[in-house]
C-alpha cells in the first residue's frame, strides 16, 4: 500500500473545509454559521480547522479568495490577438463562468443578502473586478471602433454599458430561469452580429463558438 503524502492530505482536508464553508455561507450566512457546523459539514475535527485557519474570519477569506480566482482575467499571454478577439474572449469568458461557476454567484449573491457587514466587503471587492472589467471592454471596444472593425453608431462607453447589461441579464436568466432558451454559444453569436456584423459567422456547424 502506497504511503500518503503528508502535504496532499493537508491540501485535501483544507479543500473539503473551504468546500464545506462555502456551502454554510452561502445558506446561512457568516454570522449564522459555526466553526463546529463546518467541521460537521467537512467531516473533520474542529482542531483541525483551527490548524488550517485561526479564526472564521480566515475562513471565509480564503473561501472568498478561491472563489474570485476564475473572475481575474489576463491578456498577458495572449497579446497577439486583435482587439476584436480580445473583445470576444473577454464575453465568452464571462458566459462560460456564470454558466461553469454557478454556485460561487450564488455565493456572492447570498453573501450581499446575508451579512450586511460582509457583503459591503465583498461587493467592494466584486465591484472593482466589475469595474475593472468594464474598463478593459471600454478600451478595446474604442480601439475596434478606431480601426473600423467595429460598429461606430455609439460611443465606446455606451456600447460598453449596453453589453454589459446584457450580459448580466444572462447571469440572472441563468441561475433563476432553468428552461432558459439562451445559452454561451447563441449569445456570443449575437454579440458577433451586433458589434462586427457578422451574421450567422460566430458558430460552426456544430454550434461551438469560435473565435
Not at 40 to 63: N, P, Q
Not at 127 to 145: M, W
Request: charged content about 25%.
Amino acid at each position: 500500500m502506497a504511503a500518503v503524502d503528508p502535504q496532499e492530505q493537508a491540501q485535501g482536508s483544507r479543500d473539503e473545509i473551504m468546500r464545506a464553508a462555502m456551502r454554510l455561507f452561502a445558506d446561512r450566512g457568516f454570522h449564522e454559521t459555526s466553526m463546529s457546523e463546518v467541521a460537521r459539514e467537512a467531516r473533520v475535527s474542529k482542531a483541525l480547522i483551527f490548524w488550517h485557519f485561526k479564526t472564521k474570519e480566515d475562513l471565509f477569506m480564503a473561501v472568498l479568495n478561491r472563489l474570485l480566482e476564475p473572475y481575474f482575467i489576463d491578456f498577458g499571454e495572449e497579446t497577439e490577438l486583435d482587439e476584436r478577439a480580445q473583445i470576444l474572449k473577454l464575453v465568452e469568458m464571462y458566459l462560460l463562468f456564470v454558466r461553469d461557476h454557478a454556485n460561487s454567484v450564488r455565493f456572492f449573491l447570498a453573501q450581499l443578502l446575508h451579512d450586511e457587514h460582509r457583503g459591503e466587503n465583498l461587493g467592494s471587492q466584486v465591484l472593482q473586478l466589475y469595474t475593472g472589467y468594464r474598463n478593459l471592454l471600454t478600451s478595446l471596444l474604442a480601439q475596434a471602433q478606431q480601426k473600423g472593425s467595429c460598429a461606430h453608431g455609439y460611443t465606446a462607453e455606451s456600447a460598453a454599458a449596453f453589453l454589459l447589461s446584457a450580459l448580466n441579464g444572462f447571469l440572472i436568466d441563468f441561475l433563476f430561469m432553468r428552461d432558459s432558451a439562451l445559452n454561451p454559444e447563441n449569445a456570443l453569436t449575437m454579440v458577433r452580429e451586433w458589434l462586427f456584423g457578422e451574421s450567422g459567422q460566430g458558430s460552426r456547424a456544430d454550434g461551438q463558438a469560435v473565435a
